[in-house]
């Protein structure tokens, strides 16, 4: 079986590398691929939606629409893995261990037995044992803050430098993802619930849809953002500009809230109890 | 060997996305474990994705941003000058919904382990043919 494959995978690999001598070389300036639509775009888009980023104009106006259904598929996949894994069942997991904090004695509560769940002195640990380990909880709480001004400079500053509302998203749920690794999950589910992800999932995916149909009721084309003209105040160029960074923003917080919602559950095979 | 010095300069990029692309492609087919799969199939698609970042790159030229455009400064903006930002958009795009799909597919994966306790797929079609 695994020597067939290799035989197939070898012989395919060869082919393609034949196929490849026919590619163009590196770098070649006129290659298919760099002849035909990337230069209006590349000589256009400044003149068209004044965005210097020309990923960013292609992205967020060019093809708008891919993008919407892109950030869609990420809000599919948040809902995918929510309906697949989600229990919501309220049932105690047996044993609990709980850390008595000035003496970091840990305590087992049996199941049945009743303990105070809001304590000063006692916290809740995961019944893999966790080594309270001051370090990483305090470098990480520094931390945390200054990832989330970058991931939201990330996605303001789309427009001048590499960034936007992907790449910015991924860094702020990263941020609430270091939180919860460093400290445990139930601190990143009470810092930021289960309801809140999903709101501010299907919020990033509606200020998209939103801006494309203030756009229609304007009277232009949907996603056509230079309709925000006479709302803003400003030209129909710059109006696409900032149309841009509206979306980006929507896109930013549904790629946020899918990728914490993603870790909540599978960290917790869904019972957002107990996890890494 | 001149020539074949050439072909290796200007080819060499695609070879090696061929080769992560078989090296993925076998784990997809070869590998019983679920898990190891899914590294497979990650694997392809950075191979895919490193195509098509390729694909943009033009010779002695820079990132696709326009440079001085608001200071008055900047003259006529030539294609030859910045590379490609088609393929860039394309796999920005690509490369969060990889992490989607990853999401998914490792719940998948959690849903499998919990119901047959095991991740390798010959003991899984065995489990399934036994109830």
């Known amino acids: 079986m695994k020597v067939g494959v290799l035989v197939l995978v070898i012989i395919l690999g060869s082919v393609l590398i034949y196929g490849s001598l026919e590619f163009p070389p590196w770098g070649d300036p006129a290659s298919p691929a760099s002849s035909h639509l990337s230069p209006y775009y590349i000589e256009k888009s400044l003149e068209d939606t004044s965005v210097p980023n020309l990923v960013t104009a292609v992205l967020a106006d060019y093809r708008g629409y891919d993008t919407m259904f892109e950030t869609i598929v990420i809000f599919a996949a948040g809902m995918a893995c929510i309906f697949l894994l989600r229990s919501s069942g309220k049932e105690e997991s047996g044993t609990r261990l709980y850390r008595h904090i000035p003496t970091g004695i840990t305590l087992r509560i049996e199941k049945k037995s009743a303990f105070p769940e809001k304590s000063e002195a006692f916290e809740r640990i995961d019944s893999v044992w966790v080594p309270h380990d001051l370090i990483v909880k305090t470098t990480c709480r520094l931390i945390v803050p200054f990832i989330q001004i970058f991931g939201l400079y990330v996605i303001a500053h789309g427009h001048h430098s590499p960034g936007g509302g992907f790449q910015g998203g991924v860094i702020l749920g990263a941020a609430l993802i270091l939180f919860a690794i460093s400290f445990n999950l139930r601190s990143a589910i009470r810092r930021m619930g289960e309801r809140l992800t999903l709101m501010l999932s299907t919020l990033g995916v509606f200020i998209y849809a939103g801006t494309g149909v203030v756009c229609m009721l304007v009277g232009m084309n949907y996603l056509d953002y230079s309709a925000l003209a006479a709302m803003l105040g400003v030209d129909p160029v710059t109006a696409r500009s900032h149309g841009i960074l509206v979306v980006e923003i929507g896109v930013g917080i549904a790629v946020m809230s899918v990728m914490v919602t993603l870790y909540y559950n599978l960290a917790s095979t869904g019972k957002h109890d107990e996890g890494l | ?131």
Do not use: C
């Not at chain 2, 061929?18 to 898990?35: C, D, P, S």
């Not at chain 2, 999401?103 to 119901?115: E, K, M, P, W």
């Open chain 2, 1 to 131: 060997m001149d020539a074949f010095l050439n072909v290796l300069i200007s080819k060499a990029n695609y070879w090696v996305y061929i080769t992560l692309m078989m090296i993925g492609l076998y784990g997809i087919v070869a590998k019983q474990n679920m898990v190891k799969k899914i590294i497979g199939l990650n694997i392809l698609q950075t191979a895919v994705i490193l195509f098509f970042i390729s694909i943009g790159a033009k010779k002695n030229a820079t990132i696709p941003i326009i440079e001085h455009a608001h200071d008055g400064t900047h003259t006529t903006i030539a294609a030859i000058h910045y590379i490609n930002p088609l393929p860039h958009v394309l796999m920005l795009t690509a490369i969060v919904v990889a992490v989607a799909t990853l999401g998914v597919a490792l719940t998948l994966v959690v849903r499998i382990h919990q119901q047959y306790h095991t991740l390798e797929e010959n003991e899984i079609l065995k489990r399934i043919q036994e109830t």
